[in-house]
């Protein structure tokens, strides 16, 4: 990059603006607490299938229980956690959005 004396160099800025990392945490802080808000088995199947990335298999042994179960019950939680973060007017969508915000 050729600098003129007296000039910056124009250099891209990478980093997320501020209104999205705003807007991603408040997305994240109503995910923790649309969580909270189910059920025990639902909260831990997603918490070991999503957050801890254990396989289907995994997280039915952990919870002792057959494969089949396991995914009924994750079905079962995400429709719930669907049901709860739209009455705080959050969809999937925002989900996604502010996941690829915090990978930035």
Same mark, same amino acid.
């Given at each position: 990059?050729?600098?003129?004396?007296?000039?910056?160099?124009?250099?891209?800025?990478?980093?997320?603006?501020?209104?999205?990392?705003? &807007? =991603?945490?408040?997305?994240? %802080?109503?995910? $923790?607490? *649309?969580?909270?808000? /189910?059920?025990? !088995?639902? #909260?831990?199947? +997603?918490?070991?299938?999503?957050?801890?990335?254990?396989?289907?298999? &995994? =997280?039915?042994?952990?919870? %002792?229980?057959? $494969?089949? *179960?396991?995914?009924? /019950?994750?079905? !079962?939680? #995400?429709?719930? +956690?669907?049901?709860?973060?739209?009455?705080?007017?959050?969809?999937?969508?925002?989900?996604?959005?502010?996941?690829?915000?915090?990978? *930035?």
């Amino acid at each position: 990059m050729l600098v003129i004396p007296g000039e910056l160099p124009d250099v891209p800025d990478h980093a997320p603006l501020t209104d999205r990392v705003i &807007e =991603a945490n408040q997305v994240s %802080q109503a995910l $923790l607490a *649309a969580l909270a808000d /189910l059920p025990e !088995r639902y #909260r831990a199947a +997603l918490v070991l299938c999503y957050l801890s990335e254990l396989t289907n298999s &995994e =997280a039915a042994e952990i919870l %002792q229980i057959n $494969l089949k *179960a396991m995914e009924s /019950l994750l079905i !079962r939680a #995400r429709r719930q +956690l669907r049901q709860v973060l739209q009455r705080g007017a959050f969809t999937a969508h925002d989900m996604l959005a502010a996941g690829e915000e915090r990978a *930035a």
